[in-house]
C-alpha cells in the first residue's frame, strides 16, 4: 500500500501546481503586454475548465446529480475520482482529474 502514498503525493503535487495557476487569476489577462497572447500552451496540459470537464467526463456512466449531490473536500473528490478511473473505467487523464478535483472542492 506504499504505492498509494506516493501516487497520492504526485496527485497533491499536480494540485499545487494547478491551485498555483489558478490562484495567479485571470489567465490571460493580467501579462501586461495586452494585445496579441499566445496560446498560453506551456505544455503542461493544464486544462482549466472545471465545469465543461464535469460537465463531459463524469456524465457518460452516471447523471450529474449524482455529483452535484455529492460534497467532498479536495481529498474526498480525488479520492473519488481515482476510484471512477481505476475502478470504474473512467477515462480521464492526471491533468483534467486534477483540475475536476479542484473545481467540485471549490464550487
Ligand atoms: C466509467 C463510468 C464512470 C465515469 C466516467 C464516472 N463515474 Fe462516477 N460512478 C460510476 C459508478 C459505477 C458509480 C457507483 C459505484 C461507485 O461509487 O464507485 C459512480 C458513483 C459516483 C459517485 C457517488 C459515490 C460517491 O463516492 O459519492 C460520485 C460522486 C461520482 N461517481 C462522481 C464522478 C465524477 C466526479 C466523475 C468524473 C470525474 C465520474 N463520477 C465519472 C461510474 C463512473
Same mark, same amino acid.
Given at each position: ?18 491551485? !498555483? ?5 485571470? @489567465?490571460? *489577462? ?5 494585445? *496579441? ?14 465545469? !465543461?470537464?464535469?460537465? @463531459?467526463?463524469? *456524465? ?8 452535484? @449531490? !455529492? ?8 479520492? *473519488? ?27
Amino acid at each position: 500500500m506504499r504505492s498509494g502514498t506516493r501516487t497520492a503525493a504526485v496527485v497533491v503535487a499536480f494540485i499545487l501546481v494547478l491551485a !498555483a495557476l489558478v490562484g495567479c487569476g485571470s @489567465s490571460s *489577462t493580467d501579462t501586461g503586454t495586452g494585445g *496579441t497572447e499566445a496560446v498560453p500552451g506551456t505544455g503542461t496540459g493544464v486544462v482549466g475548465d472545471g465545469a !465543461a470537464l464535469v460537465d @463531459s467526463k463524469c *456524465t457518460t456512466c452516471h447523471n450529474l446529480e449524482r455529483v452535484d @449531490s !455529492a460534497t467532498k473536500d479536495l481529498a474526498g473528490w480525488q479520492a *473519488t475520482i481515482t476510484r471512477m478511473v481505476q475502478q470504474n473505467g473512467a477515462v480521464i487523464t492526471p491533468e483534467e482529474q486534477s483540475a475536476i478535483a479542484l473545481y467540485l472542492s471549490n464550487r
